[in-house]
């Protein structure tokens, strides 16, 4: 938290400024006497602005511009800053919105919350709220916690930053520093910035030697941790010179700006002479995309320490600890792809992994059966390592990841701990697995995947310096496909293009790129045979009413690879756009509109046996036994009603249905069956159960209950118009069709 320490117009006497009391504040705050200023956040190397921290001012009718020097501490002392803070968060958001809106050019802005804020309220609730109700992109607006706040209460400060960052808020430590804890609490709070509190940059002749050896420690240990640094208070050019001499990237401070009034920000914002923002949203190293972990690093103090563990991480996504006797899991560095359960539980981990595809799908099963806790337990009281290798699709991409499990030198009953190490994409080529040919295949053509392309268009471009054709494909109307026919019909058409290409190209690489998008690499054949074994293709394609769109680009001697590839897909796209042109959407359409109207030939053919069956069975339930829920075949109005008013309980709609249009002498009968473990002894001696009842208006029914083979709860109602003679219970069916015997009409 940095500000200025004079100001024009501000009053610096204290016999001009009075004792404000909460009245005085709580007038201005009504008023609008309150605004904010903004002091930019700058590249210590260009001064470029890439932030600014919002900072509150009084405008006061008769004393002029007052810093919160003057009121804040009455506030805080009576507990009643939060109003103060909720007007900044609200301004800042305003503005930011505006800005926005207007098309101006964007940085981030930090607001400062306080330990009294987050005690009191939900801050992120509210900070997010606030996002939502301007329509605020959550990586402009940043939140500054004090160190000092963070010490209070450390659990609550760790709840807030990950919520804070389950919303895609980035947190700063402010006045690094200034606490007697603060390399202790960075093991504990998963922040993204700390800021140098001012006094490590007002260094005397005394201690400035001692004191520039601190700030480049905290640097360098910074930089270890992956975190971001900002200096604040630096006021001369002396200063920003030995910060960017030992390495700070980031200065807040009087050398570049004070804090300045919202119109003249947006004014510099404005003024960048080639009119592109100061700041890149997609290029900025003070944000990055959170997820929630244990904490983000766990580092010893030492530097050396410290170094020895950035070489073991370095390639690693997660090292983790394993109590493979109860399950503890502690993770000791993990990187934001891998997914953290919030519980220091190993089961629950696994299932996060697979969760959120770190494991891919097909491979879960594996990946569980490897590293059960009983399994990993005698292998690694046996000093065994366990080693997986499975496929990954984390961000829509197809990699690879491996787990190994790795135990302690003494691992047993008495010391069962190991080590887990998460690898994620590591070349397949350097994988010790006979079977990494799978990793690199389409799971449903079998073609080339878009791993071994990003792998192999390394590859090539590195090595091959020949004629070279890329051909790119897309097949047409995918999405039409699964829409109408089912996404098994478009599987199949996929497949049988890929077969095609197959025929075609068998010895030229193949890949599926997306999921109706193939690339060819050929090495063997130039754009004019490869147009000729596309017609081919084409033609042999179009025999299953299917079509696809084509570009093509070669070069003499390989050339920039992902340009010919680009330039193939534009040409692809342009075939696609002339497709549509001459009408081949239509005639598509038309082939799955005579595909549609067999299938609603059949479905009108339905609807007529439904309609025969609806006069001589009006009722027809299929009623889960176990949840006493049903799903409705066919049902005339009055028992919906019946459903409705019951919350669906098919039971008590059946008690009313026999209370309301049963005769007397036959509900006892029909109320036998409302006990669901009756009918299922009934179902399971005789298959079915069948019974004949009267209504009120004398007309006659069958009711035949029927069982699901495939589930002991699931059973059929089906309620029939059955024009029989009055019989004695236990009185069979003439004709003997039913595989079950008639229990005949439920008299008293």
């Given at each position: ?37 903004l002091q ?8 470029t ?8 001012r ?5 004393y ?58 939900d ?11 301007y ?13 000092s ?5 450390l ?25 007697y ?26 201690n ?47 050398y ?34 959170h ?24 390639g ?74 499975y ?33 994620q ?26 791993n071994?392309?990003?792998d ?21 109307g ?28 068998d ?59 680009n ?10 756009k ?10 598509q ?66 008690r ?93």
């Amino acid at each position: 938290m940095t500000d200025m320490p004079e100001m024009g117009g501000m009053l610096s006497n204290d016999e001009l400024v009075p004792f404000f009391t909460f009245e005085d504040i709580d007038h201005a705050l009504e008023n609008g006497e309150f605004c904010c200023y903004l002091q930019p956040k700058c590249n210590a190397e260009t001064g470029t602005i890439v932030g600014a921290e919002a900072l509150v001012r009084w405008n006061h009718p008769k004393y002029g511009v007052i810093p919160p020097g003057w009121f804040v501490p009455v506030l805080e002392k009576a507990g009643r800053i939060c109003h103060v803070d909720m007007f900044v968060w609200r301004f800042v958001a305003e503005m930011l919105g505006r800005w926005e809106r207007e098309g101006r050019n964007l940085v981030p802005v930090s607001v400062n919350v306080s330990m009294m804020d987050i005690d009191q309220m939900d801050v992120a609730d509210v900070i997010g709220g606030l996002l939502n109700e301007y329509d605020v992109d959550a990586r402009l607006l940043r939140v500054e916690i004090t160190e000092s706040a963070m010490a209070k209460n450390l659990s609550m400060v760790k709840d807030t930053i990950r919520k804070l960052h389950a919303r895609g808020i980035v947190v700063l430590m402010d006045d690094f520093g200034s606490a007697y804890s603060s390399l202790n609490m960075l093991k504990d709070i998963n922040v993204d910035v700390i800021k140098l509190d001012t006094k490590f940059i007002e260094l005397s002749d005394e201690n400035a030697g001692k004191g520039m050896k601190i700030i480049q420690s905290m640097i360098v240990m910074a930089k270890k941790l992956h975190l971001m640094i900002i200096a604040e208070g630096a006021q001369t050019k002396e200063q920003v010179d030995w910060l960017k001499a030992i390495g700070c990237g980031y200065i807040q401070g009087y050398y570049f700006y004070p804090p300045l009034p919202v119109k003249r920000m947006e004014t510099l914002l404005a003024e960048r002479a080639d009119g592109r923002h100061y700041w890149d949203m997609s290029c900025d190293y003070l944000h990055r995309d959170h997820v929630t972990v244990n904490g983000r690093v766990l580092l010893g103090a030492s530097a050396l320490a410290a170094d020895a563990f950035e070489i073991l991480a370095d390639g690693l996504a997660e090292i983790s600890r394993l109590n493979v006797a109860t399950g503890e899991y502690r993770a000791i560095k993990r990187d934001g792809v891998i997914p953290d359960p919030e519980v220091d539980e190993f089961g629950a981990y696994m299932r996060a992994v697979a969760t959120n595809r770190v494991v891919h799908p097909d491979d879960a099963g594996r990946f569980f059966d490897d590293l059960n806790l009983p399994s990993l337990r005698e292998r690694l009281y046996r000093q065994e390592t366990m080693l997986g290798i499975y496929r990954s699709e984390v961000l829509a991409k197809t990699g690879v990841v491996t787990f190994a499990v790795i135990p302690t030198h003494a691992c047993s009953p008495s010391n069962p701990w190991a080590v887990v190490l998460v690898g994620q994409n590591l070349p397949i080529g350097l994988l010790a697995c006979g079977d990494a040919d799978n990793y690199r295949r389409d799971s449903l053509t079998g073609l080339l995947n878009r791993n071994a392309y990003d792998d192999d268009l390394e590859y090539i471009q590195a090595t091959h310096d020949q004629p070279l054709t890329v051909v790119y494909v897309d097949m047409i109307g995918l999405h039409e496909i699964n829409n109408h026919l089912g996404h098994a019909k478009g599987d199949s058409a996929l497949c049988e293009l890929a077969d095609a290409m197959r025929a075609c190209f068998d010895d030229d690489r193949i890949y599926r790129v997306g999921g109706d998008e193939f690339v060819i690499v050929s090495c063997n054949h130039t754009v004019s045979q490869s147009m000729r074994r596309m017609a081919r293709m084409r033609r042999d394609f179009l025999e299953g009413d299917w079509d696809i769109s084509v570009g093509m680009a070669e070069s003499d001697d390989g050339g920039d690879l992902p340009d010919l590839i680009n330039q193939a897909e534009i040409r692809m796209r342009e075939d696609k756009k002339q497709y549509y042109v001459n009408g081949g959407g239509k005639r598509q359409l038309r082939m799955l509109n005579n595909r549609l109207e067999n299938i609603l030939v059949r479905n009108d053919d339905m609807k007529m046996l439904l309609e025969y069956l609806n006069v001589r069975y009006p009722v027809s339930f299929i009623v889960n036994l176990n949840t006493d829920t049903q799903r409705s075949i066919m049902v005339p109005d009055f028992f919906q009603r019946m459903l409705d008013g019951h919350g669906g309980s098919f039971r008590e709609a059946l008690r009313e249905f026999c209370d309301v249009r049963i005769a007397p002498e036959y509900q006892e009968g029909l109320l036998r069956l409302l006990d669901y473990d009756v009918v299922r002894s009934r179902l399971k001696s005789e298959g079915a159960v069948q019974c004949g009842y009267v209504k009120n208006d004398g007309e006659r029914f069958m009711l035949t209950i029927l069982a699901d083979n495939r589930s002991t709860d699931k059973t059929m109602w089906v309620f029939e118009r059955k024009d029989l003679p009055y019989g004695r219970a236990g009185y069979s069916m003439d004709d003997g069709t039913p595989p079950y015997r008639f229990l005949g009409w439920q008299r008293l």
